[in-house]
C-alpha cells in the first residue's frame, strides 16, 4: 500500500471506529435509558461515545483538504456548498423520518449532526479560499475562544440578532426545529480538520511525531485545565463521595455546545490513534475501514436499522409500542419520561453487536458500488 494510501486508510479507520461507536448511543437512546448515568456502565457507555461527533467533524474538514488538491479551490467551494445543502435537506427529511418513523414535519425537525456538518461545509465553503494555515488558525480560534463567547451571546438573546445567534451557538427549540448541534463551535473542529490535511502529507516520521505531539497536548492541556477549573467549561468538578463518582464528575463535561474541555479530551487520543492505525492491516483492519469509505451511507441507514430494532425489542419483550414512533422527541426534550422503560444495558450492547453485523454487507455493497463507478451523484452519498 502506498503512503498515501496509508494517509486516507488510517482516516477510514478511525472514522469507520467511531461509526460503530455511535451506533452504541444510538441504540441506547431508544432502549430508554438516560445518557449521564446514574450507573456507571451507563455513563461510560455514553462517555465513549463523545469521541464520534469531534471525530467525524474533524475528518470531515481532513477529507474537504483531500479533495481540493486536485479540483481548483473554486471546485471545492462549489462542491462544499452543494453537499453541505444536501446534508442539511437530509437531515431534516430522510433522516428525520428515520428518527421518528412519523410525517409530522409540522410538529417536530430535528438539527442532529448532519445538520451540524452541512452548514459547516457550507460556511467552509467560503473558507476554503484561503490558505490551509490560516483556516486552521481561525479553527483552532474558534475552539479556543467560543466559550468566552457565550456568555454574551446569551445576554443577547432578547434581541432578534440573539435569536438568530442562538442556531450557531446553542441546543434547543425554536419553534418546531429542535438544535441539538450548534454550528459556530463545530465550524471550529471543521475547519481544524481541513488544516490537518497538511500534516497527513508529510512523511510518515514526521507526520508521527507532529500527530503525537498533538494528541498529548491536548491531553495534557485538558487535565490541567480541567484538574484546575481553568477556562474551558462552563460547569466546574467537584470531589464527590466516593472515587467513581469523582471521575465522573472529573470526565463530564459539556457536549452540547462543545466546549474546550471535551474537544480536547476527544480529539487528543484521535491524533495519538492516527498513526498507529497507519500500520494497522488485516481483515480486522478492512472491516472498520468499510464503515469508514462510506460514512453518510453508514450513518443513514444504521438509524433506520436501530429504530426498527428498538420497535422488535420492546415488541419482544412485552412492552407498549406507544409513543415508539416520537421516542427521539422524548428523549431530548423530556428523558425522565422514558426512565424504567425499555430494556438494560446488557441488551443495548447485544442488539449492538447484531446492528453492527447486519449493516457491514450492506456498506461493504456501497462501498464497492463506489469503488467501480463514478457517477457525479455518488460523491454526494
Same mark, same amino acid.
Given at each position: 500500500?502506498?503512503?498515501?494510501?496509508?494517509?486516507?486508510?488510517?482516516?477510514?479507520?478511525?472514522? #469507520? !471506529?467511531?461509526?460503530?461507536?455511535?451506533?452504541?448511543?444510538?441504540?441506547?437512546?431508544?432502549?430508554?435509558?438516560?445518557?449521564?448515568?446514574?450507573?456507571?456502565?451507563?455513563?461510560?457507555?455514553?462517555?465513549?461515545?463523545?469521541? +464520534?461527533?469531534?471525530?467525524?467533524?474533524?475528518?470531515?474538514?481532513?477529507?474537504?483538504?483531500?479533495?481540493?488538491?486536485?479540483?481548483?479551490?473554486?471546485?471545492?467551494?462549489?462542491?462544499?456548498?452543494?453537499?453541505?445543502?444536501?446534508?442539511?435537506? @437530509? &437531515?431534516?427529511?430522510?433522516?428525520?423520518? *428515520?428518527?421518528?418513523?412519523?410525517?409530522?414535519? #409540522?410538529?417536530?425537525?430535528? /438539527?442532529?449532526?448532519?445538520? +451540524?456538518?452541512?452548514?459547516?461545509?457550507?460556511?467552509?465553503?467560503?473558507?476554503?479560499?484561503?490558505?490551509?494555515?490560516?483556516?486552521?488558525?481561525?479553527? $483552532?480560534?474558534?475552539?479556543?475562544?467560543?466559550?468566552?463567547?457565550?456568555?454574551?451571546? !446569551?445576554?443577547?438573546?432578547?434581541?432578534?440578532?440573539?435569536?438568530?445567534?442562538?442556531?450557531?451557538?446553542?441546543?434547543?427549540?425554536?419553534?418546531?426545529?429542535? $438544535?441539538?448541534?450548534?454550528?459556530?463551535?463545530?465550524?471550529?473542529?471543521?475547519?481544524?480538520?481541513?488544516? %490537518?490535511?497538511?500534516?497527513?502529507?508529510?512523511? !510518515?516520521?514526521?507526520r508521527r511525531r507532529v500527530c503525537? /505531539?498533538?494528541?498529548?497536548? /491536548?491531553? $495534557?492541556?485538558?487535565?490541567?485545565l480541567r484538574g484546575f477549573n481553568?477556562?474551558?467549561?462552563?460547569?466546574?468538578w467537584v470531589a464527590q463521595a466516593?472515587?467513581?463518582?469523582?471521575?465522573?464528575?472529573?470526565?463530564?463535561? &459539556?457536549?452540547?455546545?462543545?466546549?474546550?474541555?471535551?474537544? +480536547? /479530551?476527544?480529539? #487528543?487520543?484521535?491524533?495519538?490513534?492516527?498513526?498507529?492505525?497507519?500500520?494497522?492491516?488485516?481483515?480486522?483492519?478492512?472491516?472498520?475501514?468499510?464503515?469508514?469509505?462510506?460514512? @453518510? %451511507?453508514?450513518?443513514?441507514?444504521?438509524?433506520?436499522?436501530?429504530? *426498527?430494532?428498538?420497535?422488535?425489542?420492546?415488541?419482544?419483550?412485552?412492552?407498549?409500542?406507544?409513543?415508539?414512533?416520537?421516542?427521539?422527541?422524548?428523549?431530548?426534550?423530556?428523558? &425522565?419520561?422514558?426512565?424504567?422503560?425499555?430494556?438494560?444495558?446488557?441488551?443495548?450492547?447485544?442488539?449492538?453487536? #447484531?446492528?453492527?453485523? !447486519?449493516?457491514?454487507?450492506? +456498506?461493504?455493497?456501497? *462501498?464497492? @458500488?463506489?469503488?467501480?463507478?463514478?457517477?457525479?451523484?455518488?460523491?454526494?452519498?
Open positions: 500500500m502506498s503512503t498515501s494510501a496509508n494517509r486516507v486508510a488510517s482516516v477510514d479507520l478511525i472514522r #469507520g !471506529a467511531v461509526m460503530m461507536l455511535m451506533a452504541i448511543d444510538h441504540v441506547r437512546v431508544y432502549s430508554g435509558l438516560p445518557a449521564g448515568g446514574p450507573t456507571a456502565g451507563i455513563f461510560f457507555t455514553r462517555w465513549v461515545t463523545h469521541f +464520534c461527533a469531534p471525530a467525524f467533524i474533524f475528518l470531515a474538514g481532513t477529507s474537504a483538504f483531500f479533495y481540493g488538491r486536485s479540483p481548483s479551490h473554486r471546485d471545492l467551494s462549489r462542491f462544499l456548498l452543494v453537499r453541505g445543502l444536501w446534508l442539511v435537506l @437530509l &437531515e431534516l427529511t430522510v433522516i428525520r423520518l *428515520a428518527w421518528t418513523f412519523n410525517l409530522d414535519f #409540522g410538529q417536530y425537525l430535528l /438539527a442532529g449532526v448532519i445538520w +451540524c456538518i452541512g452548514w459547516c461545509m457550507v460556511l467552509m465553503a467560503g473558507l476554503v479560499r484561503l490558505p490551509a494555515k490560516w483556516v486552521g488558525v481561525i479553527g $483552532v480560534a474558534i475552539i479556543a475562544l467560543h466559550n468566552a463567547v457565550m456568555p454574551a451571546v !446569551a445576554q443577547a438573546m432578547p434581541s432578534a440578532l440573539g435569536k438568530i445567534l442562538y442556531i450557531g451557538f446553542f441546543q434547543g427549540p425554536i419553534g418546531p426545529l429542535v $438544535v441539538l448541534y450548534s454550528i459556530i463551535p463545530w465550524i471550529g473542529v471543521m475547519a481544524a480538520g481541513y488544516a %490537518f490535511g497538511r500534516v497527513m502529507r508529510l512523511d !510518515a516520521a514526521r503525537f /505531539a498533538l494528541g498529548g497536548g /491536548a491531553i $495534557v492541556a485538558f487535565l490541567v481553568l477556562y474551558g467549561d462552563p460547569q466546574p466516593t472515587p467513581g463518582r469523582t471521575v465522573m464528575a472529573f470526565l463530564r463535561v &459539556e457536549k452540547y455546545p462543545p466546549s474546550l474541555f471535551y474537544v +480536547c /479530551a476527544t480529539l #487528543g487520543p484521535v491524533f495519538a490513534l492516527l498513526p498507529l492505525l497507519a500500520r494497522w492491516h488485516g481483515r480486522a483492519a478492512h472491516f472498520f475501514m468499510v464503515f469508514g469509505a462510506v460514512p @453518510l %451511507f453508514a450513518y443513514v441507514v444504521h438509524v433506520y436499522l436501530v429504530h *426498527a430494532l428498538s420497535i422488535v425489542l420492546r415488541a419482544a419483550t412485552g412492552q407498549t409500542l406507544a409513543g415508539q414512533f416520537d421516542t427521539i422527541r422524548v428523549q431530548i426534550t423530556h428523558p &425522565e419520561l422514558l426512565h424504567g422503560s425499555g430494556y438494560s444495558l446488557a441488551v443495548v450492547y447485544v442488539a449492538w453487536i #447484531g446492528l453492527v453485523l !447486519a449493516l457491514y454487507p450492506l +456498506c461493504r455493497w456501497f *462501498a464497492d @458500488l463506489k469503488r467501480r463507478r463514478h457517477d457525479w451523484w455518488l460523491s454526494y452519498l
